[in-house]
């Protein structure tokens, strides 16, 4: 490693949509990352010599682990369609905070010397893969050999039994996991049920107006969804889990990829790269709060986002009013909702766009990709700004994955910072906030009281409210998870009789018999209302 310091800079973006659901046009993931990092060669605006020399300097690749397609070395594939060996190939783990997470790193070693050209991109073919099934045609023609030792992401692997605590209760997927914290942060706020749902209607509408116009959209062109049809439970909106409808949940079935490609200030201007094309990270921090949702100190904040959003701004030098844009990543509406709130940015009014893309049920989910495509997006936005005015933009972009697990924040910029990039992720050894302690709760003659900190209900596709979740306290301040304990307590979590707002209701938990017995809960007007 050199003592000396580069500026990266990012040079070129790419991003790829096959729009086509037909098998017989089904391109694998890897090939449109490949397609999409050869746009982003394209877009420095080298000539083709200097664009072949770009090309074989290209000494690091990072991928997005996909969803779709199970690679051996999906990065090293992607350099050999390329025509380069790079010396470093980079997987990440399978989260929304990955390409948000693999710029950082990548424009780190940029910063030290350690890489002279880095390719960071993702992509996904899950409509393709789709299409490919109920056609009959797997594995799809033509594609890759797949990984059969790799894990796959299904949910095949949601955990069975009594493996943890989750999935001893039936609950852990994304669909389960985000309605808990929407439903807290709703009673935290004070709001009633019928305000916050309308708050979200009118956030992913406002959102699905902006992925319409947006042409590597998989919704580009079409009528957006109004505030209303977001709202309205119907047949084709049905509630997912509450208080969530289908089109407030991410929507992954899409054929997309992006790639952007980083070097130093001191290479592109070997190359001759212009200026106009370069964009500076300014600075990246990241950090996740526990795998287990249970464990999580409350459900109406994220630790993890404060803190990734704080880091940044402060390893950056910018505070929240130097940013032009944002993008929060928003596979549902309260992971914008929590931002938001961190940084007192009107939800609603806010005059800095929230979104640069429309959000992953208008956009498309794009698996563990959708920041890339921000990424991308906001690139093309600040070269547009800076080519029309002398002020300088910036822009901020939170990247989630997991169940409001993983998060990463990136900070891009028209110019450079006057200090080197961060040489270190500052919450690399950021430790998760302490978990609450578990109950253990007795048979049910000896039920415990105990009040709902937060809760969801998983409905059928027929509409019926299908399985209560509960999270809750015990008058000790021990938390459970529980499921539904009858029909009545079943109704109304799900909002079918009764009214008010649930969280802080009390009742009676209890577990049933058996070594892997569920604990169960019900709600009891008869018990004490107060902690």
Known sequence: MTSKRYTPIIIGVGDIKNASIKSEDAIEPMQLMVQAAGLALKDTALNPLSVQKLRSSIDSVSTVASWTWNYHDLPGLVGEKLGVKPKYRLLSHHGGDSPAKLLDEAARRISFGESKVAVVTGGEALASLSACAAAGKLPPPGWTIPDESATKISLANFPKGSENLGALHSIGLPIHVYPLYENSFRAHRSQSVEENNQESACLYASFAKVASQHPISWNFGLSPASEETILTVTERNRMICFPYTLLMNAFNNVNLAAACLLTSTEYATELGIPQDRWIYP??????????????????????????????????????????????????????????????????????????????????????????????????????????????????????????????????????????????????????????????????????????????????????????????????????????????????????????????????????????????LFTLDKMVEQKL
């Open 282 to 519: 300014l600075a990246g921090a990241g950090t996740h709060d526990s795998n287990d949702f249970w464990e999580r100190p409350n459900y109406y904040t994220s630790p993890a986002i404060s803190k990734s959003l704080d880091a940044a701004f402060d390893v950056s030098g910018l505070g929240k009013d130097d940013i032009d844009i944002y993008d929060f990543y928003s596979c549902f509406p309260i992971v914008p909702k929590l931002a938001s709130d961190h940084l007192s940015i009107p939800l609603l009014s806010s005059k800095k766009p929230l979104t640069v893309l429309g959000g992953l049920t208008s956009f498309g989910g794009a698996g563990n990709n959708y920041s890339m495509h921000a990424i991308t997006e906001v690139t093309r936005q600040i070269r547009s700004h800076t080519l029309s005015k002398a002020a300088p933009m910036n822009a901020l972009i939170l990247a989630n994955g997991g169940v409001l697990t993983h998060q990463h924040v990136i900070i891009l910029s028209s110019r450079p910072s006057n200090k080197p990039y961060p040489s270190t992720n500052p919450l690399a050894t950021e430790p998760t906030p302490p978990p609450p302690r578990m109950a253990a709760l007795p048979a049910k003659e000896q039920r415990e009281d105990a009040y709902i900190e937060t809760y969801t209900v998983q409905f059928s596709r027929s509409g019926a409210p299908e399985i209560g979740f509960v999270i809750g306290r015990i008058r000790n301040g021990e938390r459970f998870v529980a499921n539904h304990g009858d029909a009545r307590t079943l109704a109304e979590l799900s909002g079918r009789i009764g009214s008010g707002e649930i969280v802080g209701r009390w009742g009676y938990a209890w577990k049933e018999s058996g070594d892997d017995g569920r604990n």
